[in-house]
């Protein structure tokens, strides 16, 4: 039997969303309508089991007749994008045996092989910066190693300085309220396994984290995709999803979000937690990328964790020292109530234990106020550059890709010209010498298939010449990209909703 639907889109949403369908004047109004319903499902505007308007009353909004839109759906049922039963509606799909969305790290190595990899947003080391704090972390080891080595929340002193971060930020925190864990995805999983029971929902964005996504999938967690605006976050969607799916956990990217690079202001975050304050669910808020802003006014002024718009406790915070410092490090932490940092950290030892002594103390001498600020303007800058040499590379050879310029973060959200399939290209890509993340690696239901992430953590002349490849790749599927598109600004083409 169909699977009922997860939500419904009303037929003044849905006709915003369809946008100029119908003034493509190629072939019959119904197969316009249909194809337009098709790329809204798999470019994951209107998510997979998404009830559709009724005939009578989408065709009323579009000022078409009764008849297209039954045409339409038809052939969309024919095509398998569209599901229906007897007095439940209809409802969108895709086709079976539609192959569902991998995620993972590159089968490369990062030392050469001559494969560029643009399939991991992560940066090379700040050095000097990290190799001095290692040395100053080996120096104040014997400190520790009188003792057992195990501190499942994390040192004391590595909890004070994420503590005091998060002051710094616009968000008191005390110690008590802080875990170290293995990376953000040991925190993650900690959560998960905490809060999520077989087959329960967590209401996630969409595109969002793959890595996250699959973390859901193997928790046994059900994500429910709530579409992307191009400027934002569709609050009312969000209320919606929240209302009716009831899911127990929600997982959002505020600051910059990976891949689209957004930004939530802080009247989004406000709105945000109190819709998931009304209907009891947990927010997880992903903010591994908070400290990478490329913009110099909006440093200044960067919204405050969404956990400071909290008084219930219904907002839990992951960070990272992977993406503002070396992935390597594998530190990350978990802010909320001081009773769930004891409850996490009582359960982890059938987990990972606790995290690594020596990369602890290397993170805390990093986020030293008087290191911190030298480190991140480096960073910030050696970014930047990478950014702006890899949307250069993209306008020159790629010109009919499209996307936003994120204002920080470490990767373009770019959707591919002429219709190419993501998944192709990146296939393509790889026989070329360059591994890239496609589309549906970052969707729910193996949608997103006009997309594809390009991080910018790589070199300006690795960037030129993985871009040069790409467009070799994409011209041996016999696809042409033409049609300049600014870089520096939002196009229709890149509109997620």
Known sequence: MAPAPRAAIGATQLDRALGTWHRSGQ????????????????????????????????????????????????????????????????????????????????????????????????????????????????????????????????????????????????LPTAPEQIMITHGAAGGLSLLLRQFLGPAERVAVESPSYANALQALRFAGGRAVP?????????????????????????????????????????????????????????????????ELCLDHELARAMPRPMAAFDHSGCVVTLGSAGKTFWGGLRIGWIRATPELIRRLAGDRASLDVSSPVVEQLAVRHLLDPAVLPVVLGHQRDRVRAQRDALVAAVHADLPGWSFRLPQGGLSLWVRTGSG??????????????????????????????????LPFTQPAEVSREAVRRLAAAAASLGVESTGPTSPTSPTSEVTLL
């Open 226 to 290: 709530v579409p992307l605006l191009r400027d934002g976050w569709d609050l009312e969607a969000w209320s919606r999803t929240l209302r009716d799916a009831a899911p127990r956990l929600a997982y959002v990217i505020p600051d910059f979000q990976n891949p689209s690079g957004l930004l939530m202001s802080e009247q989004e975050r406000r709105e945000l937690v109190a819709a998931a304050r009304c209907t009891g669910t947990l927010l997880i808020a992903d903010e591994t990328m908070a």
């Open 27 to 170: 072939g019959p109004a119904y197969r316009a309508l249909a194809g337009g319903l098709r790329t809204l499902v798999l470019d994951g505007r209107v998510p997979v089991e998404t009830r559709l308007p009724a005939e009578r009353e989408l065709s009323t909004v579009l000022g078409v007749s009764r008849t297209t839109v039954a045409a339409a759906y038809e052939l969309l049922r024919d095509e398998g994008f569209l599901a229906s039963r007897r007095g439940a509606g209809s409802w969108t799909a895709l086709p079976a045996g539609r192959p569902m969305p991998v995620a993972g790290l590159s089968p490369f190595p990062t030392d050469g092989g001559g494969v560029i990899d643009l399939g991991v947003a992560a940066m090379s080391a700040p050095e000097p910066w990290l190799s001095q704090a290692m040395a100053d972390a080996v120096a104040e080891l014997p400190r520790y190693t009188r003792t057992h080595g195990d501190f499942p929340a994390g040192l004391q002193v590595l909890r004070q300085a994420v503590a005091d971060r998060y002051a710094a930020r616009g």
């Open 420 to 453: 190419l399939s993501g998944s192709a290209l990146a296939t393509t890509a790889e026989r070329h010498g360059v591994w890239i993340g496609s589309g549906p690696r970052f969707g729910v239901d193996g949608v997103l298939e006009r997309f594809v992430r």
